[in-house]
């Protein structure tokens, strides 16, 4: 049961362009979407959400998107850095309850 | 900045017998939660608990896991006893009264040999 799905196994990206990581999801009652960020050995770190009444938030270098009619978010990392190394975990969660559903994570990888 | 805290960081122990996992949540926040992962695979949801009671639980979270707050800051999860496939990352994580961002401690690694 995929509810949330990230098909981007891993992504790579130069050193100051753009990263954009892809999220699609299949629930239409999902009303809250997440983004977390994982080091190995680490536990996730919350990076960025977005409500489903936008479509767009923004914090420093993070900015997420949501097409709601496509089911589809998007997160963009601008310039990236070494240190966004990591995989990205897209998740969501329904209004009738708070447990998060989670994609399997994209490991984005940047490159000097 | 407030942390989660879990401990131990890493248990190893024999099939069969009981493990107990900690976590320490950030003070002012009021639902707590457990997730698993195991290696290669999706984050999963086990459990959720407030005000001293679960709210809502996964499939994964049977008879054989439960969990507590016994002593109003530690939140644990208990597992009676361990399968082969118990073994994975354990994750707590807890969240404000109003809020939808779940804040996450390191996690254990639990290994069932």
């Known amino acids: 049961d995929q509810q949330v799905k990230q098909n981007s196994p891993s992504l790579s990206v130069q050193e100051g362009r753009i990263s954009i990581l892809n999220c699609d999801y299949t629930n239409s009652m999902f009303d809250y979407f997440l983004w977390y960020k994982k080091y190995p050995a680490e536990g996730p770190t919350f990076l960025i959400s977005i409500s489903s009444i936008k479509d767009k938030n923004e914090d420093g270098r993070f900015t997420v998107f949501l097409n709601k009619s496509a089911k589809h978010l998007s997160l963009h990392i601008v310039p990236s850095q070494p240190g966004d190394s990591a995989v990205y975990f897209c998740a969501a969660k329904s209004d009738s309850n708070y447990q998060l559903i989670w994609g399997a994570g994209t490991k984005l990888i940047i490159k000097p | 900045e407030p942390e989660v805290t879990q401990t131990p960081s890493h248990q190893v122990t024999q099939m069969g017998q009981e493990v107990i996992l900690r976590c320490v949540p950030i003070s002012n926040h009021l639902y707590f939660y457990w997730y698993r992962q195991i290696l290669g695979q999706k984050v999963e949801f086990l459990v959720s608990?407030?005000?001293?009671?679960?709210?809502?639980k996964s499939e994964i979270f049977d008879d054989q896991f439960s969990v507590e707050r016994p002593d109003g800051s530690n939140f644990t999860l208990k597992i009676r006893s361990t399968k082969l496939e118990d073994s994975a990352m354990y994750f707590c994580a807890n969240r404000r009264l109003y809020g939808s961002e779940q804040y996450f401690g390191p996690g254990t690694r639990l290994t069932v040999t």
């Open positions: 608990f407030y005000n001293n009671e679960i709210s809502e």
